[in-house]
């Protein structure tokens, strides 16, 4: 019960690494803010995530202006009284060749993988000093290695390990822990609706899957 009698808030929760996050967070104790645009699929994971018998508050949203993030943030810490960490998980991405991209495409990807992420730490960095907290964004493997038909998403991810260094630097001398971790690939919904553009070079998907099994190879 290493998180007993902590707060957080976990974007992206509804399903994948959001949703398993925030299904360990329960087991270990801690009481749980989650945050997905999909509410049914939220529900079911606050379902299954009070059955460890800690508080879960949920709130939907796609966090795509800085006042959602803001009110989100507020909202939290008005149910629970504290923030003690705030994930930043919730992404999209697109898989489209650069020709394809369009701007709505461009402008929504940045919006909810790397502003909302920044505007939600803007909004809880006083709150999570205060607790003596963590701030935590999830990056990826596309963020290392060059990805091919997933630029906006992967150049959000690089911006998002650039962003915590930058934050944790500022912060230093603050009582907060400021990471980000960069998983491999996983099995999740995040392609969910999506097509592959016809024709595709699958030589060039394979070097990055090639890369990703002996990155994790050397990790095991």
């Known amino acids: 019960m290493q998180l007993q009698n ?3 808030f976990i974007t992206g929760a509804a399903s ?5 996050s925030a299904l360990a967070c329960a087991r270990q104790g801690a ?9 049914e699929g939220l529900a079911v994971i606050a379902t299954n995530a009070r059955e460890s018998g800690i508080r879960v508050e949920t709130r939907s949203g796609d966090l795509c202006q800085r006042q959602e993030c803001f009110d989100a ?28 991209v369009t701007e709505a495409d461009w402008q929504k990807t940045l919006a909810i993988t790397l502003s909302a992420p920044f505007f939600l730490s ?6 999570l000093i205060r607790c003596r907290g963590s701030l935590l964004n999830v990056a990826g493997s596309g963020a290392i290695k060059g990805t091919a038909y997933t630029v ?35 099995k999740t919904n ?6 592959r553009p016809a024709d595709l070079d699958m030589d060039l998907i394979r070097r ?5 099994a002996r990155r994790q190879a050397l990790l095991a």
């Not at 009481?31 to 509410?39: C, G, N, T, W």
């Not at 909202?75 to 697109?94: H, M």
């Open 6 to 8: 902590k707060v957080i």
């Open 152 to 186: 906006p998403y992967s150049s959000c991810k690089a911006a998002i390990i650039h962003m915590t260094k930058c934050m944790a630097m500022e912060y230093i001398n603050e009582p907060i822990r400021i990471n980000t971790i960069a998983p491999g690939g996983m």
């Open 122 to 127: 803007q909004a809880a960095l006083p709150e």
């Open 16 to 20: 994948g690494l959001g949703a398993a």
């Open 31 to 39: 009481e749980l803010f989650l945050l997905d645009r999909d509410p």
């Open 190 to 195: 995040i392609m969910r609706g999506q097509t």
């Open 73 to 100: 943030v507020a909202d939290a810490i008005a149910r629970f009284g504290r923030l003690d960490a705030l994930c930043n998980i919730a992404g999209i991405t697109i898989f489209h060749r650069v020709s394809e």
């Open 208 to 212: 990055f899957a090639n890369y990703d």
